[in-house]
């Protein structure tokens, strides 16, 4: 028989949220939006730099831009939802892109929601109030 992945233990306090985009406007956008919000944001600037960051703050909802330098989007997203103790961790997908076979893409993925830029603030909270129940 097999065991079924325990959720992770997490501290008290803010929600974290984590945001990977290699573009540094939308990364401080996406943080300004959602600390006003009442958020913690860890950011990261691509899908390597990104896992660190998973293990040692363990977000609860993570947004990951696709078009990204080493390992995109996609890559990255499956990485997450591969590994029994982040899969349920929600992973929305960003891009400019708004086409039925990037949003399909993001589905086999493993993606959970797909957010096209640019985004609004009003956009990302509800994003994350859909995914995460304080």
Do not use: W
């Amino acid at each position: 028989m097999s065991q079924a992945a325990q959720p992770v233990e997490r501290e008290p306090g803010p929600i974290k949220v984590l945001v990977i985009d290699d573009s540094n406007t939308i990364r401080r956008s996406a943080e300004m939006f959602l600390r006003q919000a009442g958020y913690e944001v860890i950011l990261a600037e691509d899908g390597f730099d990104a896992l660190a960051k998973i293990a040692d703050h363990q977000p609860r909802l993570i947004f990951v831009d696709i078009m990204m330098p080493r390992l995109d989007g996609y890559q990255t997203c499956a990485l997450i939802k591969q590994n029994p103790k982040l899969k349920a961790t929600p992973v929305i997908m960003l891009s400019s892109k708004d086409g039925v076979f990037d949003r399909a893409r993001g589905r086999l993925a493993g993606s959970d929601r797909y957010l096209t830029k640019p985004f609004t603030k009003e956009g990302l909270v509800a994003a994350v109030t859909e995914y995460v129940k304080s």
